[in-house]
């Protein structure tokens, strides 16, 4: 699944990213420690979190996962969307919980 499948199926908001919309998801990671998420997403997951910073783009990148969801209406600052931009890492966001969204990833992966 695309992470523009997914966006149209969770009916998720873009904020930033377009050029990774064509990013492959395989698999899902939920978290906020952002030290934790490095050592732990996985290349092509989706990472669910609150965390909308620079930083956050920075692990996005490292981790290679395939987008960020901003869970509960998180803000997303004005350099965390330019690097998400420049680095093709899309944002999205959701009004809803962590929890409910990665029932619904996991879903949709079938796993």
Do not use: H
């Not at 978290?31 to 609150?50: F, N």
């Amino acid at each position: 699944m695309t992470v523009n499948q997914l966006m149209k199926e969770l009916n998720l908001k873009l904020i930033a990213g377009n050029d990774g919309l064509d990013n492959e998801i395989s698999g899902g990671y939920c978290g906020d420690l952002l030290s934790w998420v490095m050592g732990r997403a996985q290349s092509g997951d989706a990472w669910i979190t609150i965390m909308g910073n620079l930083n956050a783009i920075a692990v996005a990148v490292l981790a290679d996962v395939s987008c960020i969801i901003l869970a509960e209406n998180a803000s997303c600052d004005d350099d965390a969307k330019a690097r998400a931009d420049l680095e093709g890492v899309p944002v999205l966001s959701t009004e809803e919980q962590a929890f409910p969204i990665a029932v619904k990833l996991s879903k949709l992966l079938g796993i």
